[in-house]
């Protein structure tokens, strides 16, 4: 922790960031302890401080001053919503949690879940009415169990029609019966069946589906990717191996619902695609002012990423050394997922299909009520832990800021009425891609393909999870180690 301690020192010297880890032999933090750990984290991190005026560190004198301005909100979570910066587009990630081992949980992939990945879609007729629809479902889950299956429609939870003012508090519960529905024109009509769905701890894996189709002389490898979470990173090694052992010449990268994860998995999967040499730029990393400064003049290595050939054990990346991949997207591909695409996209032919990804590229961190942030050494009075933007990714060319998501170069969104299997050569989305790389985008290339109900989907299941859409750097690379 030396180099943080440093820039703490350093940081501190400047405004108001007294110790608020005191206090420790409390049962139970006060409000006052957290606010400061909050202001204390904040100060410090988070990438957009220069538009935060409270976050000047010249703003409070003294630790008395800082207190009496926190006393006004009633709860920390509403002082932390106070430090966001332009929460409606600039950032609607940061998030502070009460309880750290749950937040834990999220960044490990394990959450309270029924199984049932869904999208929700607004009603044609009456946009005020919601439906669902079945993306996926996890294997082994309730979902799984008792039927459930990709493309099914929902639209009313016990017995309730969905709504665009009942749908959170609906589908927040942890036991709920899903209504079934016709899809009928994107006006779904409620058809009679109706399945009980409880949800309990699970743990995700990422890679849902993984094979090789062939089509003429080319092999093509398809990977449903889901999520970038480290701990499966030498199962997306073994995939890769597969590939290569069967003679590969395409990829079909799937990641039309991929909202996020590990920066580090992400390098890991633009590497194992490519065969950049690891002196290669894969991503520059850019913080807020005082923390970027530090690190350019003490260890200017943490703010660039390169691309890699082994795992972060040492093994060895099955590489395939591709030129060109095609990468399936929807709004729902965020942060992680851009990064990839960003990333390859200055030194191969990086295809999209589908539509308009997220906008999401920034990244996170959780910092604790420790005197570094650490999780050793957190105050034992409360387990309050934040996870708010701290730096922002760019290409190696500086490509960032990408607000409005990522265009595709072959418009195609998914219909909700007909969605194929995933994995199927016919499924819509993969079938441009076959379709692409058999004429190898001489031909066939449209810029926009309509379907017969306007797009009027508005959120999905991730939306219901913590760190949901994140993209985050694990405590074993972070530059405050």
Known sequence: MKLFKSLFIIIASMGILSSCAEDNDDQFASDRIVKNFIYRGMNTFYLYK????????????????????????????????????????????????SDYVALEQALSGNTLNNGMEFGLVRYQGNQSQVFGYLRYVLPNSDADNKGVERGQIFNAIDGIQLNDTNFRTLLAQNTYTIGLADF???????????????????QEDPILVSKVITQGNAKIGYLLYNSFLRQYDDNLNAVFADFKAQGVTNLVLDLRYNSGGSVNTAITLGSLITNNPTTDVYSREQWNPEVQEFLQNNNPDQLTNFFRNTTFDGNNLNRLGLNKVHIITTSSSAS?????????????????????????????????????????????????????????????????????GLAPDIALREDFGNLGVLGDPDEPLLRACLNDISINGSIWRPTDISLSVQNLEFMDSNDFKPLGNEMWKEDTTLPIK
């Not at 779904?188 to 409880?198: F, H, K, M, R, Y």
């Not at 999780?375 to 832990?385: E, L």
């Open 184 to 202: 009928n024109g994107g006006n779904p009509v409620a058809n009679g069946d109706e399945i009980t769905l409880s949800k309990t701890q699970l």
């Open 336 to 404: 992680a997922s851009e990064l990839v695409i960003n990333a390859l996209d200055p030194y191969i032919n990086v295809v999209q299909v589908g539509d308009e990804t997220a906008g999401k590229f920034q990244a996170s961190i959780t910092l604790y009520d420790s005197e570094d942030f650490g999780r050793s050494g957190a105050n034992t009075s409360h387990r309050y832990a934040m996870q708010p933007l701290v730096l922002k990714s760019l290409n190696s060319i500086g490509n960032t800021d990408y607000f409005d």
């Open 50 to 97: 220069p538009n935060v005026d409270v976050l000047d560190n010249d703003r409070f004198a003294t630790t008395a001053e800082l207190e009496n301005y926190h006393s006004q909100f009633d709860s920390p979570e509403s002082f932390f919503e106070s430090l966001i910066f332009d929460r409606e587009r600039t950032d609607p990630f940061s998030i502070v949690v």
